[in-house]
């Protein structure tokens, strides 16, 4: 991946560089776990697309560009085009020790091709502005406006942003990209053979107190059988 993309036109405003097309990865099979009907549909909907449907969605998005950043189809099927992506960082991330410029709040335009990925996205990004904190910690949204309404859904790291912004259409006011830090939870930083362990020490310990609490209840029995017999016996 890291070879996957390169840097350009720094000296503009918006930030550019751009995705290598050799390689390609299918869409990914089944759902989302988060379960959002909208990004399955358009999940199954590129699995099926053919090379005409392809070119008249090309087609009807280059009309409606404003900003001379159209999408391009290849004669076989993978078409490259831009999106914009905010960046949207709570805290300084960390760098490889040289001055870059301030990611936070910006603006970044993307070339990349059709069958770049999420996660590929958020590793370009990272590589762009020297960030050495691993990919993991980043999530990729895409945030759309509907009924006066706005809202944000993080997206699997093997959706395909760019045919997202094809669906869309190219009005960033429809459709935007947000790149956030993810949400670690308390478990998330442990790998899986340690998870597994933890289990095992809380099965134990599990086993443990239920041993001890029934041995405090059989003697608390013990000693109410001893002061009945004791109150029975005849006087």
């Not at 358009?42 to 009807?60: C, G, P, Q």
């Not at 993307?110 to 993991?136: C, M, R, Y």
């Not at 998870?195 to 059989?218: C, H, P, S």
């Amino acid at each position: 991946m890291s070879s996957g993309y390169s840097s350009l036109e720094e000296d503009s405003e918006d930030f550019f560089f751009t995705a290598r097309t050799s390689f390609f990865r299918r869409a990914p099979q089944g759902k989302l776990r988060t379960g959002q009907q909208d990004v399955e549909k358009e999940k199954e909907t590129h699995n099926y697309l053919s090379k005409e449907e392809i070119k008249e969605k090309v087609h009807k998005y280059n009309l409606a560009v404003t900003d001379k950043l159209k999408m391009t189809l290849n004669s076989n099927g993978i078409y490259t085009g831009f999106i914009k992506v905010q960046m949207e960082l709570c805290k300084p991330s960390q760098t490889a020790g040289k001055p870059t410029p301030s990611s936070n709040g910006c603006m970044n335009t993307l070339h990349i091709s059709s069958t770049n990925t999420v996660g590929e996205v958020i590793e370009a990004l990272l590589k762009k502005f020297l960030v050495t904190e691993s990919p993991t910690k980043f999530a990729l949204y895409k945030r759309c406006h509907r009924e006066d309404q706005v809202y944000a859904c993080k997206l699997s790291d093997r959706e395909h942003p760019l045919y997202l912004r094809l669906v869309a259409g190219p009005r960033t006011d429809t459709l935007s990209f947000v790149l956030r830090e993810h949400e670690i939870g308390e478990w998330e930083a442990f790998s899986l053979p340690e998870l597994q362990n933890f289990l095992r020490i809380l099965d134990k310990e599990e086993d443990e107190q239920l041993q001890n609490l029934k041995e405090r209840y059989a003697a608390y029995r013990h000693k109410l059988e001893e002061a009945l017999s004791q109150a029975w016996k005849p006087g």
